[in-house]
């Protein structure tokens, strides 16, 4: 089981920028498909971000967000970071980074089921 956590989360206005920070321990991002989502206010479901595959071969955005987030890992620090620029009111949310094991490189799920391992959030505001 791999243990995750985030770390970057703030209040900010739009059109700033934040870098979120998952760092895990118990097994290398190396071999882990590895993601971020986030939890709108009001009881939403849960959304796909951005995801990589463990080789780093194929990455995925959400539309809402390409463009705008670029997602990263730093393999020597086992830590994956995602770079939110142009932050918009409706990016507030509680940002989770999830992983799961997988040496696959042909797609990335966007699906929070496919996902065994989470991180305990942190949270983004972003005031108008």
């Known amino acids: 089981q791999v243990q995750l956590v985030e770390t970057g989360g703030g209040l900010v206005q739009a059109g700033d920028s934040l870098r979120l920070s998952c760092t895990a321990s118990?097994?290398?991002?190396?071999?882990?498909?590895t993601a971020w989502f986030r939890q709108a206010p009001g009881g939403k479901e849960r959304e796909f971000v951005a995801g990589r595959t463990s080789g780093g071969i194929t990455t995925k955005y959400a539309d809402s967000v390409k463009g705008r987030f670029t997602f990263s890992r730093d393999s020597a620090k086992n830590t994956v970071h995602l770079q939110m620029n142009s932050l918009k009111p409706e990016d507030t949310a509680v940002y989770y980074c999830a992983a799961r094991y997988d040496r696959s490189e042909s797609y990335v799920a966007t699906h929070s089921a496919a996902y065994d391992d989470w991180g305990q959030g942190t949270q983004v505001t972003v005031s108008s």
């Open positions: 118990g097994r290398t991002f190396s071999s882990e498909h």
